[in-house]
């Protein structure tokens, strides 16, 4: 019931109740309950005392079963958010940790820590959580550390990380490479007013880079023009994905889309549930609600649904909509 509530673009216990209410008898029994709609109080006490890992497995287990390929390979980004709305005392956990399919945009694990700094302990524990045989994970810079990498070559996976100045040997080896002899592989996107350049440099991985499994490594440089002003950003990768498994076309893609949680994720959580301000804060009810968010999210995404803000309005306008997309999911 709660689900289909914020598939409707609910907030608060108060908004899911009301939607609850306003179903009726008949609707809320396609759903399980058999007796009088669930009022605000009941709602806010489960979700403020339901074990958050144990919800978080059963919509991962439906997350998988619709995870489809990118490169041939199914690819997850894994990266951390704060729930800046939930830190108030008496909270239980104010930053998640996701994992992405990066083909779908849907969440397919989540895990929470006390404090941004621990994210590298929940990325092992995502990758524990996970089954990824075959797959890839790409990780931004914090990730880049030898225990990860390791720790995902022994899940049968490949890594794809990015090299920042917080790996400083490793940065300046890559960065004193002979990248000017290399060919590049360029890709250019223009829409709503900005042009993005992204050009990618491939090499197998010198023996000299002490880094396990490392098979390739890449420079990655974005140029982005907007309004007449331009920025240019250059990073390296190193990744376990050999040429044959990664040409530099697909290594380019699986970069890139990795930054899109930002905005499959993140801004969605942010601006159209409005998460950041959520006064939602009492025991596991903060995560247990980002849960039945990203749920809501997959549901629409692989209904076909891009603009999610159109989505909830959609099915706000209808209260039979939600029953029936979370029902067809």
Not at 215 to 238: D, H, I, M, N, S
Not at 257 to 271: G, K, M, P, Q, Y
Not at 291 to 302: E, G
């Given at each position: 019931?709660?689900?289909?509530?914020?598939?409707?673009?609910?907030?608060?216990?108060?908004?899911?109740?009301?939607?609850?209410?306003?179903?009726?008898?008949?609707?809320?029994?396609?759903?399980?309950?058999?007796?009088?709609?669930?009022?605000?109080?009941?709602?806010?006490?489960?979700?403020?005392?339901?074990?958050?890992?144990?919800?978080?497995?059963?919509?991962?287990?439906?997350?998988?079963?619709?995870?489809?390929?990118?490169?041939?390979?199914?690819?997850?980004?894994?990266?951390?958010?704060?729930?800046?709305?939930?830190?108030?005392?008496?909270?239980?956990?104010?930053?998640?940790?996701?994992?992405?399919?990066?083909?779908?945009?849907?969440?397919?694990?989540?895990?929470?820590?006390?404090?941004?700094?621990?994210?590298?302990?929940?990325?092992?524990?995502?990758?524990?959580?996970?089954?990824?045989?075959?797959?890839?994970?790409?990780?931004?810079?914090?990730?880049?550390?030898?225990?990860?990498?390791?720790?995902?070559?022994?899940?049968?996976?490949?890594?794809?990380?990015?090299?920042?100045?917080?790996?400083?040997?490793?940065?300046?080896?890559l960065k004193a490479l002979p990248w000017a002899r290399i060919?590049?592989?360029?890709?250019?996107?223009?829409?709503?007013?900005?042009?993005?350049?992204?050009?990618?440099?491939?090499?197998?991985?010198?023996?000299?880079?002490?880094?396990?499994?490392?098979?390739?490594?890449?420079?990655?440089?974005?140029?982005?023009?907007?309004?007449?002003?331009?920025?240019?950003?250059?990073?390296?990768?190193?990744?376990?994905?050999?040429?044959?498994?990664?040409?530099?076309?697909?290594?380019?893609?699986?970069?890139?889309?990795?930054?899109?949680?930002?905005?499959?994720?993140?801004?969605?959580?942010?601006?159209?549930?409005?998460?950041?301000?959520?006064?939602?804060?009492?025991?596991?009810?903060?995560?247990?609600?980002?849960?039945?968010?990203?749920?809501?999210?997959?549901?629409?995404?692989?209904?076909?649904?891009?603009?999610?803000?159109?989505?909830?309005?959609?099915?706000?306008?209808?209260?039979?909509?939600?029953?029936?997309?979370?029902?067809?999911?």
């Open positions: 019931m709660a689900l289909c509530a914020v598939l409707t673009g609910a907030r608060s216990f108060t908004a899911i109740a009301e939607w609850a209410r306003d179903a009726g008898r008949i609707r809320l029994r396609r759903l399980g309950m058999m007796r009088r709609a669930a009022d605000e109080a009941t709602f806010r006490r489960v979700l403020t005392r339901l074990d958050p890992a144990a919800l978080q497995e059963a919509f991962g287990v439906w997350a998988l079963t619709r995870a489809r390929c990118s490169g041939g390979r199914r690819v997850y980004a894994i990266d951390g958010k704060s729930l800046r709305g939930a830190r108030k005392k008496g909270a239980a956990r104010a930053f998640l940790v996701a994992a992405l399919d990066h083909a779908t945009g849907t969440v397919a694990a989540q895990t929470a820590v006390d404090t941004k700094g621990s994210e590298i302990t929940a990325a092992r524990v995502l990758i524990g959580l996970l089954d990824l045989t075959g797959a890839v994970l790409t990780l931004d810079a914090l990730h880049t550390n030898n225990a990860t990498a390791s720790q995902i070559l022994a899940a049968g996976a490949h890594y794809v990380l990015t090299v920042k100045g917080n790996s400083r040997a490793l940065f300046r080896m060919p590049a592989t360029t890709t250019t996107e223009t829409s709503h007013g900005r042009r993005a350049t992204r050009t990618i440099k491939v090499l197998d991985a010198p023996a000299w880079i002490e880094f396990i499994g490392a098979a390739q490594v890449a420079q990655l440089r974005r140029t982005v023009t907007r309004k007449g002003k331009k920025t240019v950003e250059v990073v390296y990768l190193v990744t376990s994905a050999d040429a044959r498994t990664a040409s530099p076309e697909t290594l380019a893609t699986w970069a890139n889309t990795h930054w899109s949680i930002e905005n499959r994720l993140h801004w969605v959580r942010d601006v159209t549930f409005d998460e950041d301000r959520s006064q939602i804060h009492t025991g596991h009810a903060p995560q247990n609600m980002a849960a039945l968010r990203n749920t809501a999210i997959a549901i629409l995404r692989h209904a076909g649904w891009d603009n999610i803000a159109q989505a909830l309005r959609h099915h706000a306008r209808d209260i039979d909509r939600p029953i029936h997309a979370l029902l067809q999911s």
